[in-house]
């Protein structure tokens, strides 16, 4: 498994780990923009704002607009 995620939805925390050349897992950073990128699904990222939106208003359409799959 080169890959890993953990959502954690009581703490409202993602988590994850990517397996480096030496064997080890390693957690990774969102991207600038809070974002989690996979390396083994080309194209699919995690936004946790889709999960835990500041706003408290949950637009369950918004990850897979963001994603393509709708428009």
Known sequence: MR???L????RRQV???RLEPQG?????APDASSAYRSQVLPGFFLQP???W????????FAALRALGIIS
């Open 24 to 28: 080890v897992y390693n957690a990774i």
């Open 3 to 5: 890959e890993y995620w």
């Open 53 to 60: 939106p500041a706003s408290g208003d949950r637009d369950e």
């Open 49 to 51: 704002d889709w999960l």
């Open 7 to 10: 959502v954690d939805l009581e």
């Open 15 to 17: 988590t994850v780990y």
